[in-house]
């Protein structure tokens, strides 16, 4: 395990770094429940890094964020609720017309606050909403499995929240210098150059762990909208994909 032993070779495979975090974190016993293997691994400590996060400037004064779903990053959303900040959530894997549930906490009130945080309670709590339902995004926060301090970012294998990414800054909701942080635990973070980025990666802009924030300098460009030619599959799986496609169609 090359994480364990302090070997790293400049730019390996993705899903080898993958595979080599998940082992890592598991033998290690820092992976929660449900474990790391396949996910955004949930580690022993989550909650604290969550509470770094929410002393950044651009935490403090973002009105609406867009967050995954995923369980690390439960204490986040549920700060930002108890802040009073709306929530976006991707649907999984885009598969609706309206990709995103909306989490309010003026229309949730106070009690449900800690249920709308859990990935269930989100979907049976919040709203499905459409692209030009949402507010501009003042903050992301993404899962990671594996980060470096140059901005470098690794996600699970599928691609959605580089996409999530792209929708929105073609939806004009998310600009060229909206934030991206996220949370990991420190057996996450890689030296600089181990994760390969590519033209519809996004970068980060801080990430933080149970021991403090991290800001990064990245150096890395992030997708300006869809990259339609990279698709492959997934513009026949996703309805807001088409309908933009063919929205797109018709001003031609």
């Known amino acids: 395990m090359l994480a364990r032993m302090g070997v790293w070779p400049m730019t390996i495979a993705k899903q080898t770094l993958r595979d080599d975090i998940w082992r890592t974190l598991t033998t290690q016993k820092v992976a929660r429940f449900p474990g790391a293997q396949g996910r955004i691994p949930n580690f022993i400590g989550a909650e604290a890094a969550a509470q770094h996060l929410t002393t950044l400037a651009v935490w403090r004064q973002a009105r609406a964020l867009k967050c995954n779903p995923d369980a690390p990053q439960r204490s986040v959303r549920y700060a930002a609720l108890q802040a009073g900040k709306i929530i976006y959530m991707a649907v999984p894997r885009l598969r609706e017309l309206q990709p995103f549930i909306a989490l309010d906490p003026a229309v949730l009130g106070p009690k449900a606050l800690w249920p709308a945080s859990s990935i ?13 339902e949402m507010m501009p995004i003042d ?50 973070v890689v030296p600089d150059g181990v994760i390969e980025m590519t033209a519809h990666d996004i970068s980060l802009n801080w990430f933080a762990t149970p021991e403090g924030v991290v800001p990064t300098a990245s150096p890395y460009p992030r997708p300006t909208g869809i990259l339609w030619d990279e698709l492959g599959d997934k513009l026949d799986e996703i309805p807001v994909l088409q309908a933009l496609a063919a929205a797109q169609q018709r001003r031609r």
């Open 139 to 188: 903050l992301i926060v993404a899962g990671s499995v594996a980060v470096a301090k140059d901005g470098a970012r690794l996600g699970k294998g599928g691609g959605y929240s580089d996409l999530e990414y792209a929708l929105g800054r073609e939806a004009g909701i998310i600009g060229a210098e909206t934030p991206i942080v996220t949370t990991v635990h420190p057996l996450q």
């Open 120 to 132: 269930q309670g989100a979907f049976a709590m919040g709203k499905p909403v459409a692209l030009e």
